[in-house]
Nanobody
Framework: VQLQASGGGLVQAGGSLRLSCAAS????????MGWFRQAPGKEREFVSR????????DYADSVKGRFTISRDNARTTVYLLMNNLKPEDTANYYC????????????????WGKGTQVTVSS
């Protein structure tokens, strides 16, 4: 099982980025997906989660209204569209996957990808 995140970069405050997380090595069916982030010197924090069907999503309060999670099961890929980025969004962003929605939300998912760095300049 492999998750590969991509799409990070350097952007000015107010700008946008779209992160992607591609899953490979197993069936994507039934798996919830989530995004987390970790800034230097801080603990990893939950950003967003999406159910297998895509009908259920959750967001951290800090990103509600600015970030949108979506998925394309045919491409086994999950996306995180980040608008109106702020300097405090600067972090390494990780994707995670598990059959259990609660594990994804709690940050205890079985599968994790390597992060992609997002840097927002002021």
């Amino acid at each position: 099982v492999q998750l590969q995140a991509s799409g990070g970069g350097l952007v000015q405050a107010g700008g946008s980025l779209r992160l992607s997380c591609a899953a490979s090595g197993r069936s994507f069916s039934g798996y919830d997906m989530g995004w987390f982030r970790q800034a230097p010197g801080k603990e990893r924090e939950f950003v967003s989660r999406i159910s297998w069907s895509g009908r259920n999503t959750d967001y951290a309060d800090s990103v509600k209204g600015r970030f949108t999670i979506s998925r394309d099961n045919a491409r086994t890929t999950v996306y995180l569209l980040m608008n109106n980025l702020k300097p405090e969004d600067t972090a390494n962003y990780y994707c995670a996957s598990d059959l259990s929605p609660s594990k994804v939300a709690a940050g205890t998912a079985n599968y994790w990808g390597k992060g992609t760095q997002v840097t927002v300049s002021s």
